[in-house]
Protein backbone atom coordinates (compact mmCIF):
# COMPACT_ATOMS: atom_id res chain seq x y z
CA UNK A 1 0.00 0.00 0.00
CA UNK A 2 2.87 2.42 0.67
CA UNK A 3 3.84 2.13 -3.00
CA UNK A 4 0.20 3.12 -4.25
CA UNK A 5 0.63 5.98 -2.30
CA UNK A 6 3.74 7.32 -3.11
CA UNK A 7 2.88 6.98 -6.72
CA UNK A 8 -0.54 9.17 -5.56
CA UNK A 9 2.07 11.70 -4.38
CA UNK A 10 3.95 11.24 -7.25
CA UNK A 11 1.04 11.96 -9.48
CA UNK A 12 -0.01 14.97 -6.98
CA UNK A 13 3.38 16.40 -7.57
CA UNK A 14 3.16 16.43 -11.15
CA UNK A 15 -0.51 17.70 -11.44
CA UNK A 16 0.60 20.62 -9.80
CA UNK A 17 4.29 21.05 -11.67
CA UNK A 18 1.39 20.53 -15.10
CA UNK A 19 -0.32 23.21 -14.29
CA UNK A 20 1.71 25.62 -13.90
CA UNK A 21 3.57 24.85 -16.67
CA UNK A 22 0.51 24.82 -19.09
CA UNK A 23 -0.71 28.36 -17.22
CA UNK A 24 2.65 29.66 -18.25
CA UNK A 25 2.07 28.43 -21.94
CA UNK A 26 -1.31 29.82 -21.80
CA UNK A 27 -0.37 33.05 -21.07
CA UNK A 28 2.92 33.78 -23.28
CA UNK A 29 0.43 32.05 -26.56
CA UNK A 30 3.35 29.99 -26.70
CA UNK A 31 2.69 26.89 -29.81
CA UNK A 32 3.62 24.20 -27.28
CA UNK A 33 0.31 24.11 -25.62
CA UNK A 34 -1.27 22.74 -28.91
CA UNK A 35 0.87 20.15 -28.86
CA UNK A 36 -0.77 16.24 -28.51
CA UNK A 37 1.66 15.20 -25.64
CA UNK A 38 0.78 18.69 -23.67
CA UNK A 39 -3.24 17.94 -23.92
CA UNK A 40 -3.25 14.25 -23.02
CA UNK A 41 -0.78 14.02 -20.33
CA UNK A 42 -2.33 15.94 -18.28
CA UNK A 43 -5.58 13.88 -18.51
CA UNK A 44 -3.47 10.67 -17.85
CA UNK A 45 -1.76 12.11 -14.38
CA UNK A 46 -4.81 13.13 -13.03
CA UNK A 47 -6.60 9.64 -13.38
CA UNK A 48 -3.65 7.55 -12.06
CA UNK A 49 -4.21 10.41 -9.49
CA UNK A 50 -8.37 9.91 -9.13
CA UNK A 51 -8.10 6.37 -9.26
CA UNK A 52 -4.73 5.98 -6.79
CA UNK A 53 -6.84 7.98 -4.40
CA UNK A 54 -9.94 6.04 -5.28
CA UNK A 55 -7.97 2.73 -4.36
CA UNK A 56 -6.20 4.22 -1.22
CA UNK A 57 -9.58 5.40 -0.03
CA UNK A 58 -11.13 1.88 -0.51
CA UNK A 59 -8.67 0.27 0.76
CA UNK A 60 -8.17 2.38 4.13
CA UNK A 61 -12.53 2.26 4.38
CA UNK A 62 -11.96 6.07 4.64
CA UNK A 63 -15.17 8.16 4.25
CA UNK A 64 -15.24 11.56 3.39
CA UNK A 65 -18.52 11.65 5.71
CA UNK A 66 -17.01 10.95 9.11
CA UNK A 67 -13.12 12.20 7.86
CA UNK A 68 -13.35 15.89 6.72
CA UNK A 69 -10.01 16.89 5.57
CA UNK A 70 -11.25 14.26 2.89
CA UNK A 71 -14.35 16.08 1.98
CA UNK A 72 -12.48 19.49 2.00
CA UNK A 73 -10.22 17.93 -0.36
CA UNK A 74 -12.67 16.31 -2.61
CA UNK A 75 -14.45 20.08 -2.80
CA UNK A 76 -11.36 22.10 -3.03
CA UNK A 77 -10.91 19.75 -6.65
CA UNK A 78 -13.90 21.24 -7.72
CA UNK A 79 -12.60 24.52 -7.40
CA UNK A 80 -9.07 23.19 -8.87
CA UNK A 81 -10.55 22.21 -11.75
CA UNK A 82 -12.84 25.62 -11.80
CA UNK A 83 -9.70 27.47 -12.19
CA UNK A 84 -8.27 25.38 -14.55
CA UNK A 85 -11.11 25.62 -17.15
CA UNK A 86 -11.25 29.74 -16.39
CA UNK A 87 -6.66 29.63 -17.18
CA UNK A 88 -7.41 26.95 -20.09
CA UNK A 89 -10.48 27.64 -21.59
CA UNK A 90 -13.15 30.35 -20.37
CA UNK A 91 -10.13 32.86 -20.04
CA UNK A 92 -10.53 34.95 -23.24
CA UNK A 93 -8.97 38.28 -21.33
CA UNK A 94 -4.89 37.67 -19.66
CA UNK A 95 -6.02 38.97 -16.64
CA UNK A 96 -8.44 36.18 -16.09
CA UNK A 97 -6.00 33.91 -17.39
CA UNK A 98 -3.22 34.74 -14.46
CA UNK A 99 -6.91 34.60 -12.05
CA UNK A 100 -7.09 31.02 -13.45
CA UNK A 101 -3.82 30.20 -13.02
CA UNK A 102 -2.78 31.87 -9.52
CA UNK A 103 -6.35 30.33 -8.02
CA UNK A 104 -5.32 27.19 -8.92
CA UNK A 105 -1.81 27.37 -7.88
CA UNK A 106 -3.73 28.50 -4.20
CA UNK A 107 -6.29 25.74 -4.34
CA UNK A 108 -3.83 23.08 -4.91
CA UNK A 109 -1.63 24.22 -2.36
CA UNK A 110 -4.60 24.00 -0.05
CA UNK A 111 -4.91 20.67 -1.52
CA UNK A 112 -1.36 19.55 -0.87
CA UNK A 113 -1.47 21.22 2.85
CA UNK A 114 -4.67 19.36 3.79
CA UNK A 115 -3.29 16.46 2.44
CA UNK A 116 -0.16 16.75 4.63
CA UNK A 117 -1.62 17.52 7.51
CA UNK A 118 -5.10 15.90 7.82
CA UNK A 119 -6.61 18.77 9.18
CA UNK A 120 -9.10 21.09 6.83
CA UNK A 121 -7.22 24.30 8.21
CA UNK A 122 -3.47 23.69 7.26
CA UNK A 123 -3.39 26.45 5.79
CA UNK A 124 -3.44 28.03 9.32
CA UNK A 125 -1.15 25.17 11.36
CA UNK A 126 1.87 27.10 11.73
CA UNK A 127 -0.34 29.85 14.39
Request: charged content about 10%.
Given at each position: ?????????????????????????????????HH??????????????????????????????????????????????????????????????????????????????????????????FL
Open positions: MLTLKMFHVFCAYATGVGFILRGVMVILDSPAKTVTKRLPHLIDTCLLFSGLFMVIYWNISPVTEHWLLAKLVALLFYIGFGLVMIRLGNTEFRRWVGLLGGVLIYCYIVGVAHSKSVFSMFS
